[in-house]
């Protein structure tokens, strides 16, 4: 706030005045009066003050007018500096003595007026102040809740505004509205900042103009996310079309697909963020689909926020009380004659009393948004490092373990250190933990990924890459990349069931796997027609349900007999 107020003062501490008067006598009078408290200049007639206000305008707090002046009057003074965007809000104070031109000047946008002749100095120093702090209040106020760039209110003044329209209209029915872009961020990279800032400003501009339209309201959340509070019943893709127009007007609709998202019926109590924070949630599930613009929340939106909310609630009473399990599933090697155990991968199962049995593939996602993910490896990993070392300690063999690791923890700087303690207080091998990265986490973040994975390495971790070839990745960035193991995706077993043709790709992976030197694993093997295809094509380690599902560690230990009965 300080820094808002220092502007409004000149270097000698005083607020700057101009007085424009043709008469020497008026000027002067006005000097002796102001002349203590502020910091004055002058000016003898219209076209001076005009020069003045544009190179000191930013100085200055107040504008005191002659309206009967030779050449260019007072009025076309306050006519001009009205029409002028960058002036406006500098506050004039006219000087007449006349009755008829006091109401005229204030129509045109005057703050207030003082009589000639002059009053008591006191009188005039009193309004005058008042009318300086109702244009500094204001200004204030204007740039506090409008957002620099678009000119819509921003995101805090927008909710307080939604509060009371709600207020004063309790019968209107209303939307509230999400508006994103599909992949912002590329396009700043594409075109650069200001293109992307271009585009937004447009947007702003013509969402403010449709939003006086049609009775709502608009402002801007952050980035590219703008907020609309509707009437029900609006006709979003004619916004959609108008949006674009001016766009495409000005050359900038390269790339550019909206997406809104709308949550309507909703109940009065609800908070506005919460409202929308709905709409975006409704505008996220089109992300990316560029032939989709308008996504409305709807009942199993709700019932999957509300299941995501009781999940993140939960977590913490869950890991107190047991209810994440790690299950194991068996890798075989299937270079030989027969298949032999060769590994396991730990996987992580929630027996939640009341939901039952829930899949990773519903939680692991949620919790890598939120960062509780970390607990939740952290805990997998002390599992397997344990269960490793039970299981060499019963069967007398050495079984490795493969763990997940998440994009999130990556950037921990624990990581190293925290599964170095593991390794030794369980007193195995760095070499018996496989550590499984996904692919599209070297994609997102390569550098310091791989500055992270290399150092792991040097301890004597097993970097396997999980889920390749779903992508990300470039055949260039691979040779560049430190790994011991390339798990294919699933989906290349799939597809090998809907087209035998789909065999090249594998064989082609097989290819990279055998140019990195480091062995392939394929995952997601169901049959036998599927294992016959992978030996054909050389693959060295499969897992699968054709082997067995994961399982708890007590049924695991069946293989690990078997594999010690195959000796
Ligand atoms: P992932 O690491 O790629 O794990 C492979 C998934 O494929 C597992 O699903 C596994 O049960 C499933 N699978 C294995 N063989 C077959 C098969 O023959 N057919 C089919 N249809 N599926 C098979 P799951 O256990 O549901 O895990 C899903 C994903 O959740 C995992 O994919 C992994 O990304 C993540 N996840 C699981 N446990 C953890 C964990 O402890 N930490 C982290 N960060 N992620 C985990
Ligand atoms: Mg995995
Ligand atoms: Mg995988």
Excluded at 373 to 399: E, N
Aim: one cysteine or more; aromatic letters at 10%.
């Amino acid at each position: 706030m300080l820094s808002s107020h220092a502007r409004f003062y000149t270097s000698n501490g005083k607020r700057r005045l101009l007085v424009v008067d043709d008469e020497v006598v008026n000027r002067e009078l006005l000097g002796l009066i102001l002349g203590e408290h502020y910091d004055v200049l002058y000016a003898e007639n219209g076209a001076q003050a005009l020069e003045i206000i544009y190179q000191q305008h930013a100085m200055l707090s107040l504008v005191l007018l002659d309206l009967m002046m030779p050449e260019m009057d007072g009025f076309e003074v306050l006519k001009t500096l009205k029409a002028d965007e960058s002036l406006r809000r500098l506050p004039v104070m006219v000087l007449t003595g006349e009755k008829s031109a006091e109401v005229r000047s204030l129509d045109m946008g005057a703050s207030d007026f003082i009589t000639k002749p002059y009053e008591q100095p006191e009188v005039i120093l009193a309004r005058i102040q008042r009318t300086i702090e109702l244009a500094e209040d204001r200004y204030i106020i204007q740039t506090t809740e409008r957002d620099e760039l678009t000119g819509l209110l921003n995101r805090e003044f927008f909710y307080r505004y939604v509060d009371q329209f709600d207020l004063h209209h309790p019968d209107q029915p209303m939307d509230a509205v999400s508006m994103d872009i599909n992949h912002f961020h590329l396009i700043n990279e594409l075109y650069g900042w200001e293109y992307g800032n271009k585009v937004l400003t447009q947007l702003g501009q013509e969402l403010m103009r449709l939003a006086t339209h049609s009775g709502s309201m608009a402002g801007r959340r952050d980035g590219d996310t703008f907020l609309l509070y509707c009437p029900r019943g609006t006709d979003y893709c004619k916004w959609r079309d108008a949006l674009m127009r001016v766009l495409s007007e000005s050359g900038n609709a390269r790339s550019i697909y909206l997406r809104m998202g709308v949550y309507s019926g909703f109940d009065a109590s609800l908070a506005p963020e919460r409202r929308f924070d709905r709409a975006k949630v409704a505008a996220d599930r089109i992300r990316g689909r560029y032939t989709e613009f308008l996504s409305r929340y709807d009942e199993s939106l709700h019932h999957d926020e509300v299941l995501r909310e009781r999940l993140i609630d939960d977590m913490d009473e869950a890991m107190r009380g047991g209810q994440f399990i790690v299950y194991y599933q068996p890798k075989y090697d299937i270079r030989g004659e027969k298949p032999i155990l060769s590994s396991a991968e730990a996987l992580i199962r929630w027996r939640h009393p009341e939901l039952g049995m829930i899949s990773p593939g519903v939680f692991v996602p949620l919790f890598e948004e939120n960062g509780l993910i970390q607990k939740l490896d952290s805990y997998v990993w002390r599992a397997a490092a344990r269960q490793h070392r039970l299981w060499r300690d019963t069967f007398g063999l050495s079984i490795p373990i493969s763990v997940n690791v998440s994009r999130i923890d990556i950037y921990s700087p624990e990581l190293i250190p925290h599964l170095e303690a593991l390794v030794k207080e369980f007193e195995i091998e760095p070499t018996q933990l496989y550590l499984e990265i996904t692919e599209s986490a070297y994609a997102k973040d390569g550098e310091q990924l791989i500055a992270t994975v290399r150092k792991l390495r040097e301890k004597g971790f097993f970097i396997e890459m999980d889920d390749f070839g779903s992508g990300y990745s470039s055949l260039g960035m691979l040779s560049d990349m430190p790994i011991d193991a390339l798990k294919l995706d699933m989906q290349f077993i799939r597809n090998l069931d809907k087209n035998p043709h789909n065999l090249r790709l594998l064989e082609f992976l097989m290819d990279i796997a055998r140019y990195l030197q480091v062995p392939a694993i394929c995952e997601g093997v169901e049959t036998q027609m599927q294992l016959d295809a992978l030996k054909r094509v050389g693959c060295d380690l499969v897992q699968g349900y054709y082997f067995s599902r994961p399982v708890p560690p007590e049924e695991f230990e069946a293989f690990i007999k078997e594999r010690i009965a195959q000796c």
